[in-house]
């Protein structure tokens, strides 16, 4: 019994030493050493909006302001999103919602944006919504899609801008139309929100300041833009317009219902072009089985055209682009 007793005991230790052992050392992994640190500025969250275009190139701008010397700066992202969205509105209007509007961009568009609108601190134009620390562009792009595609689909020839409105905003003054004066403004009313200044304050001093910067427009009679065109049909401006791909400009009536399209001619209107008579063709119409009517025309843009259009009009409307006087079934028009 005490062999047994001492054999145990001699066991136990022998145990209690093997684990107290360290284990085998792991293998050293992956150690990475700097060789160089490029200054930058903090990483920003951009949240629930899809504006990585604009945070990643700002944040780009910023590194570079960095690497030239300069100090430290954070650009307003909500700056140049806000004026690339109005930006992008107004083409989508122009368009009739011809072209994507959505919260997606490009590097090109933050540079076009600083390029017309210029830029603005953080600090300056946070552009959040009140009570919010982060971007959530999920109300906004559904609400300003719905609004833009009712736009669209109104008649109503309000939404047309008229020389007289032109010519009257043209005559307010620069304060006015400067965008660091909405920036002030935006400014004041964060402050109103974090109990900084009342918006009674805020308004008192706008109402004393306004009369007199509208003085001088109020006073004076509005006249219509010099070196407008006017439109051949109705009489009224002709607006010079961009086209759908890059550097093509075409005129139209500004009135909506006019619907007067002109080709662009060295920044001029161009005289209209009319439309060729269509000939009947030996060509065959893959949906009614009648003969298909070829016409040559241009587009707004002055851009030369064939098509091919079914002679069975109203009851069948197919038709096809043409080229070298032949239609091209596989393309047919939107």
């Known amino acids: 019994m005490k062999k047994f007793l001492l054999t145990a005991l001699a066991f136990c230790t022998a145990f209690a030493a093997a684990a107290q052992t360290p284990a085998a050392t792991e293998p050293e992994g992956y150690r990475f050493t700097d060789v160089r640190l490029i200054p930058m500025t903090p990483v920003k969250d951009q949240h629930r909006s899809g504006t990585c275009w604009c945070y990643s190139t700002l944040s780009f701008l910023e590194g570079e302001i ?25 083409k989508y209007v122009r368009m009739h919602g011809e072209i994507n509007f959505a919260e997606g961009g490009a590097s090109h568009d933050v540079t076009e944006g600083i390029k017309n609108h210029g830029i603005v601190p953080q600090e300056a134009y946070p552009g959040f919504n ?7 562009f999920h109300e906004l792009s559904l609400v300003l899609k719905a609004y833009l595609d009712a736009v669209i689909t109104a008649s109503g020839k309000s939404l047309v801008s008229t020389p007289l409105g032109q010519s009257l905003i043209d005559m307010t003054p620069d304060t006015l139309r400067d965008p660091v004066t909405t920036a002030q403004w935006e400014q004041r009313l964060e402050a109103i929100t974090r109990g900084e200044t009342s918006l009674e304050d805020f308004m008192r001093e706008q109402c004393a300041a306004l009369p007199l910067l509208l003085n001088p427009v109020l006073s004076t009679p509005a006249a219509l833009q010099p070196g407008a065109f006017p439109c051949p049909k109705c009489g009224k401006a002709l607006h010079r317009r961009e086209g759908k791909n890059a550097s093509e400009f075409f005129w139209s009536c500004s009135d909506a219902d006019c619907r007067t399209f002109l080709p662009d001619e060295d920044g001029k209107p161009g005289q209209s072009k009319e439309k060729s008579p269509r000939v009947v063709t030996e060509f065959i119409c893959p949906d009614c089985g009648k003969a298909l009517l070829y016409r040559q025309g241009s587009s707004k843009v002055g851009k030369p055209y064939e098509v091919f259009s079914c002679s069975g009009y109203p009851n069948c409307k197919t038709s096809f682009w043409g ?12």
Do not use: C, Q
């Not at 009140?130 to 959530?136: L, N, Q, R, V």
């Not at 080229?323 to 939107?334: I, V």
């Open 130 to 136: 009140y009570g919010t620390e982060k971007a959530d």
């Open 323 to 334: 080229k070298g006087g032949k239609p091209d079934f596989n393309r047919r028009p939107k």
């Open 66 to 90: 960095l690497r030239a010397g300069g100090r430290p700066v954070h650009l307003s992202e909500m700056w140049i999103v806000r004026h690339t969205f109005m930006d992008k509105a107004v």
